[in-house]
């Protein structure tokens, strides 16, 4: 932590207003050489996402144009058949998950704390971690195609095909533990974005305030974090049937492929949505400003977010239409995707709205969301056809799917994201971009894009199957692919445009005004380019229109006129607010520059390649090592004197949040934990899936597992829970007699349910090789191990803490952190009893 | 007790997520409730619509319209009793508890037509 030995500037003191900066810069700036690496500060995080967004972006382009160079004639032998699944596989895999996700939450994480007031993210250690996971896993990923050894079973990995017996080599394992890995990345920024958007808005603006860029972003990480579990379940499956022959999609072992396809497209359809919410959110932002009058419906807006956020998982089988699911399901199915249609005209219709009462001026980026507009109502409509049953059957797995899904993902991500990326762009870098190299991009891509993708609807319909590497002369499909792979270079060509201008811009660029867009959102009151620290002094803000209410905001905010306008302390700081109100509640306190987050991610990095390469020694070290990287990182938490070792504010100041019951740690735990029930659910579902649908599930007459066992578990477990609850109550008494003694011995009661745990798992001599219903108890218990080890690990660590002095009646947060972990064990340990032991002997088979 | 009842009232923004998770609920009870049902008590198909199967889904379902019906009645009148950032809860919630009654008559629709577990 950096101590200014200075005398405190009040706040309105406006004759030191560069001394004001100066020291803000000290605590918050970031250092350079080889320190860079510890940068925490989510400016340059969120700059580092997008960029390495965009280098994967760039293979994932080149990609597809060998994938249209193959497809351009009949007969090609441009690649081999291995190759070109190899292609396609990494072209949807690198476009999905290493560009239009990632660059996303790059932008999210970059502009969320500018827009909202805030200084920095709430958990800013994370979103570090988050940008290495991201990175390593996106090379490990990508390693795969120079060695030729690439995923080649399609970028939903669909089983058996991608199985160990169809997908022998090691594509699909780096497919597996490479995504698993970048994954953590997306729940990451997914919890954090949660809590900033609720507890770190500044003083006054309350819920109904919010940017609409706030809400879109609010829903998407709420997506992620309910979204990504099942996928990373289904990653963790397949990688044991794989390397340890555990059967979850292998008939013969009482398995079924079709549980893959589920948990898939329980991620797989929300996917889609996390990517176009963000990009509506571009649109809502931008249309207004560039119409110069509100958007017409805030209140109707937010309703189309959620309720698109909300329909959009009830939508996963209209991608199994085809799998022999009852014609009465498929008809639910059919209903809820035509549904998800009504949310999204909404907003189509006030963006209409907003463009028609205002008095819209074709800039550079508004260009590129009119292309939006046209591009995703298509895609939109031929999506509402794909949700009728009769013609899905039809065009299932032909190239019309892929037209559809391209209009989609394109014209409802990629256009809004280089609209938002032009818009923005003088805030990254004080420089306006060439309006004529712009417009040349423009036109280049969308006619480039329509070419490809409007004339690949008639392929599809003429019965060109995707994933096929070659067609014979004659079939009626040359012309057509030949016009699209002629549009795909068109496309690429302004895409080259595009990147021209934006890296031109940056030596070339006209300085920008202040404001340069004449925008109503508060982003535009930082300097352009932002300091690490974004604002001097944090305003109080009751308006959804800050800078057109108060255009004088980005002087007085500069000038230190507002809130937390102090460095002396030497603390990052900023204000957390009530989520609802936006009423100051404490001042919440941020850890500075770390090497955890480097570290963590590269053992993390050797535990995801000694699995690849079934160095399985290696591996357990490497998560040990890992483990201890993470619990280090968290000893530099709340009282500890790296994070803030005393509670002092100035007179009239709400106190510390570490100093609080009711800091963003909580929340961030209660988020991570609706992940993990998101995880959790999802084995429930995999267990009852099999249980009742697998046609060669073999449910023992017995269960092998010790009722006694588990019963004397889940009450240990109990047990310690119900101390935690007692002591966490006592904090809030301000009472902590016998603190660190009560933690010591919760922490001994979770090792003991963990060891009767094990007990029990060892004592049931599971078949985990020969048969599903072992295998998954198998998981089933390892998740109740996993979690019970780390709630005694925490409890022991808070015991620790409290004879350091880091937590007791002045500092009684962490407790009540740890004591949610152990809630959320309890209830899951006894649903898992309940589940895996108690129904099947209720039931039987 | 006082922070649960709080939040149930009906301009709290809970009330932004609470519809739509009821929707969801009923989306995953008549959609595992079918599944489930047709492995333990599969009607005959010469039976068409009338079956059990599709007595219990409808009946699951109107539950379910009944009470959201009654919550987007409830958030409308409250947002007309406030201002401001109560008022903009309410409405929000009524609206959204009112996408979510006509989603489950919407998505229900096919019990009345289409024969369960073929």
Redesign the interface.
Known sequence: MTTIDRDVSPPGDQRHPDQLHSDLNEIWGNPRGLKALTIVNHTTLGLRFMITGMVFFLIGGMLAMLVRTQLALPDQDFMTPDIYNQVTTMHGTVMMFLFAIPILEGLAIYMIPKMIGARDLVCPRLTSLGYWCYLFGGIIITFSLIIEMAPNSGWFMYTPLSSSEYSPGLGSDFWLLGITFVEISALSAGVELVVSILRTRTQGM???KMPLFAWYILAMAMMIVLGFPPLILGSILLELERAAGMPFFDVAGGGDPILWQHLFWLFGHPEVYIIFLPAAGIVSTLIPVFAGRPIVGY??V??AI??TG??S??LW?HHMFTVGI????Q??????S??VA??TAIQVFVWLATLWLGKPKMKLPMLWIVGFLVIFVCGGLTGVMLALVPFNWQVHDTHFVVAHMHYVLVGGMFFPLIAGLYYWLPLFSGRMPSETLGKWGFWLTFIGFNTTFLIMHWTGLLGMPRRVYSYEPGMGWDITNLISSVGGFIMSAGIAMVLLDMALHFRFGKPAKTNPWHSDGLEWANRMPPSAYNFVSLPNIETRHPLWDDPELPRTIAEGQHGLAVATHGRREMWGTDP??GKVREIIHLPGNSWWPLFAAMALAVVCLSLLTRLYPLAAIAVVIAVLFLLRWSWENGAHPKAAPDAQVAPGDPPLHSRTMDGPGLWAMSITMLANGSFFLSYLFGWFYLW??SPGWRMPDESPLSLVGLLVAGGVLTLGAGILEKQVHGLRQKRDAGLAIGMFGISALGFVQVGITLWVLLSAELAVTESSHDAIIMVGLAYALLHGGLGAVLALLQGLRVGFGYVGAHAPFEPAVVAQLWRYNVATFWIIVGALAVLPRVIGS | MAIAIQRLHLT??LH??IG??L??AW?VT??GG???A??VIPPDPEQGVFTLVNAMLLVVSLAAVGLLAMLTVGCYRMGKRHE??LR??A??SA??YL?STL?VL??A???LG?????
């Open positions: 309350a819920l109904h209140g109707w937010v309703f959620i309720t909300f329909i998982f009830g089988v009852p014609q009465l399901a008809a639910f199915f059919s209903a809820a035509m549904l009504v949310p609802l109100t009742t649908v | 709290h923004p932004f997520v739509l998770t929707w969801s989306f008549v959609y079918h599944a489930v047709c492995e401001g950032r903009f809860n409405r929000v609206g959204l996408f989603g919407f998505a629709m096919p019990i289409i024969p369960p577990c073929l």
